[in-house]
């Protein structure tokens, strides 16, 4: 990443540190702030990022759900500008390519104890120092004592305020010491930390003037925070503007992990069912659109030397040819009917249970049933190629986005989302990961019967009550996601568990997409997969799992796991209404997986519903 450190966004580019592009979408998107060793910076809006080194991602499916979100002005999503650092080359062209940044917060501390002063990064008061060989050293000093690079460091304040509605500021030092009374201009503040501890109620902001005495952080801090900060003044950093903001606003501590929170869209890559070297020139598109514009002898003479070129020569050069035109005259998005823009699982869904295929980027085979899970697994599916991309379309503060939403197109409202821009962006950053997998279908006659079961009858409406009890006290409406849900995601986690105690990696390496679905085009499958960031490789051996030999007693093991938790009898009887909490039977000794690996942050979750527990209720689905 580069930094215009100065304000001036366009100034003389200093670079900063680095940062993977599925960093820049994950961790440290537009309006984050990523914290380097001396000095935090915020990732400014798309408007500031130069576009020439940023690759276009052809996915129609998942354009068009951002699309969806975002409006029909999108017209593509790209890699974020990248280019690995080069030890051996300090001033080479990655030193220059990168995502802007710029100082925030904008308030700095000196460390020197002696000292403390507190003042605006650009109050003349401090400089910058770059470092070249380590651009990540980069910081800025205070020339209280001392010279040269033996200046005391300068770093980032280490609190700032945010509202739900996705604003950010620098905490307002001056109004907080005085208490929000009036001051003149001549007021010079300290932020000093007394004692070791480093707790909020040791550290004291102090004003030069006699009319204030030492204020402690712990006063700004919780729900006093509502009484002591000003209204919001709507900021966002990121793009350096304000806006109308009714909302009140609240001390976080930066850096803290409610401070940003991504509102992405993920979709599998799925061939092209028409044709595969359409799908596979869609994939290179990058690479091959300038060939678009050649004619075509020329582009016959070019195509041979690209570096694509091993993964199309099976197709030949004239069929590769036209694909390159078919691609180039159909509309990228215009491919996807509105309606399959909103449904990102129904098409995922078709190719996980049709026919098996194989391509680059999506390779699905069958493997037998094991025999004594007939009754209700009806088709395992191996999937050894699997790429997923996710798109960046906002971000919150303070409150994540509602679980779910990253697999969902469509208009929905999302009041608390910031945006990427400062007007309606025409692209949006995006990351792929490639994996391997394995699919599980369900018996649908087996779990729509397991459905209409008085005892699965009785539980949905707990747990049904337990979620609008949680979003009444949150003041958010999300939709229930349904028992057949709750079944499907609960077995997942056990066999997430299960698979990770087997393969010996961490659990939080495996993630999962649950298809559940009711009505007139039901589903009701998992699909449990690796996914690794930036690489080509995976953390290999999860398909496996799946293969008939092991897969059955698996599935067995996982099962009977799911009977006992080591919190019994406090978990199996959980009660869902009392606690607010959107999951029966579970807890982190026997069904939480990972932030990572969870798509819905481990609500809906009940082991009642797969077997009989500690509870001893009946309506488990393998145990009816
Ligand atoms: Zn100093
Ligand atoms: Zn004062
Ligand atoms: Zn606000
Ligand atoms: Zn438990
Ligand atoms: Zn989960």
Known sequence: MTSAVHGSRSASDLRVGELRPSQLLHTYGVGAVADLPNLSVMVLGLDEWELEQAAIVPEER?????????????????????????????????????????????????????????????SGLFHLLPNSVAPDQTRYVHSCRDSGRRRPTAVPARFVSACPAGHVDDFPWMYFVHRGAPHGADHTLKLVERGTTGEAANIFVECSCDDVKARSMAEAI????????????????????????????????LGATNGWFA???????????????????????????????????????????QVMWPQLERFGADEVLDAIVRHRDGDQAGAVEEEDALDIAGPEWLAFTGPPQSHPDFSVSSEPVPSSHRGWLDQVRLVKRLREVSALYGFSRLDAPEWGSATRGGPVVEENRAPLSSSAPSWVPCAETRGEGIFLRFNEQRVAAWEQDPDVVRRAGTLKAAHQKWCAQRR?????????????????????????????????????????????????????????????????????????????????????????????????????????????????????????????????????LLVETFSGRPGGFFTT
């Open 222 to 253: 919780g729900l006093r925070s509502e009484m002591v900060l000003p209204a919001c003044r709507g900021r966002h950093p990121h793009l350096g503007t304000f806006e109308l903001c009714t909302e009140q606003t609240k001390t976080m501590a």
């Open 263 to 305: 509102m992405q869209l993920r979709v599998f890559s799925l061939p092209h069912a028409e044709n595969p070297v359409d799908s596979a020139v869609a994939e290179h598109w990058s690479g091959l659109q300038v060939l678009a514009q050649l004619p075509r002898e020329s582009a016959r003479l070019v195509l041979p030397t």
């Open 62 to 122: 998942l354009l068009a759900a951002v699309r969806s979100k975002l409006g029909p002005q999108v017209q593509n999503l790209r890699m974020p500008p990248y280019t690995p650092e080069d030890p051996n080359d300090f001033t080479g062209a990655w030193s220059r390519i990168g995502v802007p940044v710029a100082v925030f917060p904008g308030w700095l501390r000196c460390t020197d104890n002696r000292c403390n002063r507190l003042a605006p990064a650009d």
């Open 476 to 608: 958010t409406s999300a939709d229930w996601p349904g028992i057949r849900y709750v079944l499907l995601h609960t077995f997942a986690h056990v066999l997430i568990r299960e698979f990770a105690l087997e393969c010996g990696y961490g659990a939080s390496g495996i993630g999962e997409r649950i298809y559940a679905r009711s009505g007139d085009d039901p589903m009701a499958g998992i699909l449990l997969y690796t996914a690794a960031p930036d690489s080509e490789g995976t953390l290999g051996g999860l398909v496996t799992l799946g293969s008939q030999r092991r897969l059955g007693s698996l599935i067995d093991q996982a099962l009977e796991a799911a009977r006992l938790c080591g919190s019994d009898p406090l978990c199996a009887d959980h009660n869902p209404l009392a606690h607010g909490r959107l999951h029966g039977a579970a807890c982190h000794a026997c069904l939480f997986a990972a932030e990572t690996s969870c798509e819905r942050g481990n609500h809906f979750l009940d082991r009642e």
